[in-house]
């Protein structure tokens, strides 16, 4: 490979990008799930042709699927070494996540880009389908001990070779999903991407040339490493720990470790997992490239301006215990790894913090609060209304934090309550922030909110919930104080009742008219409540969202003064 001038560097970076944003916009503009098309749970990116490795990810794809998919490719260049007959135009199709990490719902796609006969990169769709099979509708099974329990398992398989569709394995596919017309539309809707992304990589090749477009991929990889590199040399050397948990794996209620050790050294830095909870029998499990993936999220909050290349996590090291619910074996279930890579996150940050509390926020409110609520019309046809929920992000240093927001594991949307009403037979009692949920703080954690839904459907329904922080709050950082924990509850004849294991349940039978209700966790506050404004602890007030009773309690500054 030949050297790169810097402009001609920064004009590839920028074209390399935007291929992989506009695979992300095809796959959100066809896909026939609201999980895709309104949440853009989803991500499209360019792979390394010997590695697997991260060059480019779209910006509007989930940032977890960064490191995860870099796994899923190597998985596939793996399989073709074995079998020697990799051709232009196959397509790869699985949902293993202990290959793949995540977990089963996601779908991915791997297609590998030649140029003049030469296998030059791979380009990769991942998406989150709206049922795969299993026990529980949409998936999130919070009773499931063995993936078997969770969906249909597809190892890494050649959907298309050289151009031509394998029928057979279409089929499969839509025979072991309860949804089979959105499995297709989102199966159409990835080809379409890797289609697009196929044809601008051919136009930027006529343009630039083969070498030129691959040393700036090295050329790529080689600055978000010196990058990294250069942040890390800005912070002190040292170790610091911080432990947080998960409040049960949906079957032994007992409380689940997540510990962190973090060091640096110069220009270098250690991430060790040692002393997390051992895997366990719940699907809180989560397999090695998730750990990993998660891990670079982390350190993407926490340095923003780095770039989505593999390159930034060559100065970090990641220790993960054998035998850890952080590195589970096949079958482990792994379908709630969404709230076990929120607890990493926690970890970390909270960790970051005692080195460099200027460069964090305090914990989000960690959880996605995956609910999914099911039935039959009255026409005999099944429908799933499968979503997740925002909470509360941390108070920064800056600012409060977001009133409800998304996880910071996605730059995903919560899907608007008009399109789920529009889809399915439930109605929205409520949809508001929660008053009093942020934790105090000179600058105060975000609001949770309040979802009430109730079912219209006269065959009734059935509701399963997969969350957490129902038992441990959202830690504040730099004296915040915590946020408000998770509530879950449903009504039934008698009344409205909580789950047993506080944030997980799953068979709950409910008739027309009855509904569920969440109430989501606040962000952590930063910094010591008694530091803060009194204007704006008056402003919260006159928002309704802080009670004056609590402001007193928790505050302790002369709001009063002010708010006449």
Known sequence: ?????????????????????????????????????????????????????????????????????????????????????????DIFIFNDAHIGGTHLS???????????????????????????????????????????????????????????????????????TRLPQSAMGDLNGQLSALDLGTKRMDELMEEYG???????????????????????????????????????????????????A???????????????ADQCAGPVNIALPTTVATAYVAIKHIFPTLPANAGVMRPIDVIVPEGSLLSAKFPAPTGGYTETILRMIDVIFSAFAKAAPDRVVANAYGTINALSIAGKRTNGQPWVMFSFYGGGHGGSPESDGLNHGNAPISTATIPPMEILEAAYPVMFRKWALRPDSSGAGKHRGGMGAVYEIEVLEENGAEAFLFGER???????????????????????????????????????????????????????????????????????????????????????????????
């Open 1 to 89: 490979m030949s050297d790169i001038d810097p402009i001609t560097l920064s004009v590839l970076a920028g074209r390399m990008e935007q291929i992989a944003d506009e695979m992300d916009a095809t796959l959100f503009r066809a896909a026939f799930n609201p999980i895709i098309a309104e949440a853009h749970d989803a991500s499209h990116g360019l792979y390394h042709a010997d590695t697997g490795d991260t060059l480019v990810q779209g910006k509007s794809g989930l940032p977890i699927f960064v490191g995860v998919m870099a796994f899923a490719v190597k998985a596939v260049i793996e399989k073709a070494a074995s079998e020697g007959d990799l051709q232009d135009g």
């Open 106 to 176: 996601d779908m991915r796609l791997v297609r590998p880009y030649f140029r003049d006969g030469e296998l030059f990169c791979y380009l990769a769709s991942v998406g989150h389908w709206h049922d795969v099979g299993g026990a529980v509708p949409g998936n999130y099974n919070p009773a499931a001990t063995e993936v078997f329990q969770e969906a249909f398992v597809l190892p890494p398989v050649r959907l298309a070779r050289a151009g031509v569709v394998n029928q057979d394995i279409i089929d499969i596919l839509l025979r072991n």
């Open 210 to 260: 083969a070498e030129t477009v691959g040393s700036a991929l090295d050329a790529l990889g080689h600055r978000a490493e010196a990058l990294m590199r250069s942040e890390l040399k800005e912070l002190p050397n040292g170790r610091w720990e911080a432990e947080d948990y998960l409040d049960n794996d949906g079957i032994t209620d007992e409380p689940l470790a997540i510990r962190v």
């Open 262 to 276: 973090l060091q640096i050294s110069d220009d270098k830095m250690t991430l060790d997992f040692s002393g997390s």
């Open 470 to 564: 129902g038992r441990f709050a959202p830690k504040g950082i730099a004296d915040g104080q915590d946020g408000a924990m998770n509530r879950f509850s449903f009504e039934q004849d008698h009344g409205w009742e909580t789950p047993p294991l506080a944030s997980k349940m799953r068979g709950i039978k409910l008739r027309q008219g009855q509904g569920v209700r969440l109430e989501t966790p606040g962000g952590g506050g930063y910094g010591k409540a008694d530091e803060r404004v009194a204007e704006d602890v008056a402003r919260d007030v006159a928002r309704g969202l802080v009670n004056p009773a609590t402001a007193d309690r928790l505050y302790g500054v002369a709001w009063r003064e002010v708010s006449q």
